[in-house]
């Protein structure tokens, strides 16, 4: 697959496919799944990407796997104790902003909640964040998303929607 274009940067699925890639940490996130809905958290004005929204989510710790971090993310921003066997890797995506320039790898998990409505999660934001919202995917996708956002949130839907159809 080719690399994708967004606004500041572009992502590909290997790191051949972006020339000289050379990432300087790791992330994991978390695409959290409820009866249809998933979790997006504002960040705060103060923090990086202040303003825009995000799935949970952060920088791995040193001897960290990308698991034990989506785990530890999630109880982090949300206080939603995410078990681990409700962790599914999806993938990991590399990802280079452009201004200033920094190379990353991103590794996306989906978590998927017991059905039941998710205003019956008791979401609690860390100071990172300042709300949350559970969306449908069109809807989450016409929010003001961090950098790349919209993009990771179609191959999403790729993954998810069109491929189950």
Not at 3 to 20: A, K, M, Q, V, Y
Not at 58 to 78: S, Y
Not at 142 to 162: C, P, T, W
Request: charged share 20%.
């Amino acid at each position: 697959m080719r690399p994708t274009l967004f606004e500041g940067g572009i992502f590909g699925f290997d790191s051949f496919s972006i020339n000289g890639f050379n990432p300087s940490y790791q992330v994991a996130t978390c695409y959290m799944v409820c009866n249809g809905k998933i979790l997006v958290l504002k960040r705060n004005s103060h923090a990086s990407a202040g303003g825009k929204w995000c799935m949970p989510g952060g920088k791995l710790e040193k001897n960290e796997t990308p698991h034990q971090a989506v785990i530890r993310e999630v109880k982090e921003e949300t206080g939603i104790t995410l078990p681990p066997e409700k962790a599914d890797f999806i993938q990991t995506i590399c990802i280079r902003l452009f201004t200033p320039k920094l190379d990353y790898l991103l590794h996306l998990f989906k978590g998927v909640l017991a059905p039941s409505a998710p205003s019956d999660y008791t979401v609690t934001l860390n100071q990172e964040h300042t709300d949350y919202l559970w969306v449908d995917l069109p809807t989450a996708q016409g929010l003001n998303l961090v950098a790349g956002g919209k993009e990771v949130l179609d191959l999403l839907h790729n993954l998810f929607v069109v491929r189950n159809s």
